[in-house]
């Protein structure tokens, strides 16, 4: 059982002040901060369509902060049905928080956010940018595993299944794709885990941003499992991958995005077919949602899937903003519909 989206509320809401103190212990400054969000209504910019492909557009948030280490979201995981969250920002920080709901279930704002460097092996913050890069982040039972990029690296944080209790010491992962394979500022942007009923049989998967092969497709690999392996993903129309995850049928989601000077930025999602995945293989699939700047768009970073109480299977986005005055910090949320 995937514990990212079965853990009860209460245990969560013990775990995030749980995460809170364990970084107090190390004697590293967590903040807590108020964050401003404004809501976004329509997802196609003066269109009441709700409905993109398979998806339902359920709301979202345009989010800002004083705070300067705010920005940078690069990825987001649920940690039970579309309330508590945990998350890396490309800064070297982990972020945590709650999204408030109104009685229809759409996003209205977020609360009891906080911050807290990510430390090292000998419990230090991550002071440099080329270290400090952590991209993509996946939670599984009693550990979170965090891919970072520039130093191409997974780290591995034990859990405290019951208290959620970050403890400050990672430890590395194999990677399998030969580091010689990972483009500088162009890798480990996607960690997922495949659910347990899927050919890949729980097991975690990571796919590059831009790391190609001498064909132009995207290095990619199975961590474990009955297809431990590398494999490729079909590099097409431009478009560079900024996060995955899995449905609950077992087929993979794959986020990704595209920027030009004259055509601005686009995002789109891409559905690959799990039996497909397996070592050698090149894998593609077709897109559901495709976007642009005249939709409620910026640099989307982060893709999180996850089930509400009702059963319902809901799609989470999220922009890094580069913490630039230029772009913004968005939260997108999509149900699907079938």
Known sequence: MNLRRHLAAGAVAA???AFATSFARTGVQLEKFEVTAHRIDRFE??????????????????????????????????LDGGSHFLGVEDIGFWYAGTVERDPRGSPTGVSDFRLAPILDENGDPLRDKAWADAESLVVVGNRVDVGFERHHRIWQFPLDADQLDMMPEPRPVPLLIPNKELRYNQSLETLTVAPAMSPLGASRVVVSEKSLNNAGDIFAAVLEGPRKGIFFVRRTDGYDVSDGDFLPDGDLLLLERQYSLLGGIRMRIRRIAADAIRPGATVDGPTLIEADSSDQ?????GLDIWTDAAGQT????VSD?????????VYLEFRLVQ
Do not use: C, K, Y
């Open 297 to 301: 768009i910026d640099n989307m970073e």
């Open 314 to 317: 809901h799609m989470s986005l």
């Open 15 to 17: 775990a995030l002040l």
């Open 321 to 329: 903003d580069n913490q630039s005055f230029f772009q913004r910090t």
């Open 45 to 78: 910019t003066g269109s009441d369509q709700t409905r993109f492909g398979p998806f339902e557009f359920v709301g979202g948030l345009e989010l800002s902060a004083s705070n300067p280490n705010f920005g940078g979201l690069s990825a987001l995981r649920f």
